[in-house]
């Protein structure tokens, strides 16, 4: 079994393709990541961009802003 390159890797990662990815090709990341650092770190950046966008997108509501979702939900099955 070849372990596949940084540029795979790196690619996978950046693309997203890791998840549906076959097993084998999951296991064959995993021991090039178990190796090489620099990949490590790059999933780690690729990670945390993800949540930075996430987070950003979908900011978590505050107090109030649940209160008054709350209170809509509330006042809308009262009318059913």
């Known amino acids: 079994m070849i ?20 097993i084998l090709s999951k296991l064959r990341m995993k021991l090039h990541l178990a190796v090489c650092w620099h ?22 509501p505050g107090p109030a802003a649940v209160a008054a979702l709350e209170h809509a939900a509330l006042k809308r099955m009262e009318r059913l």
Request: net charge positive.
């Open 39 to 60: 990949c490590r770190r790059f999933k780690r950046q690729i990670e945390l961009i993800e949540e930075a966008l996430r987070n950003f997108a979908f900011p978590a």
């Open 3 to 22: 372990l596949p390159d940084c540029k795979e890797v790196s690619a996978a990662f950046a693309r997203g393709d890791v998840a549906s990815a076959s």
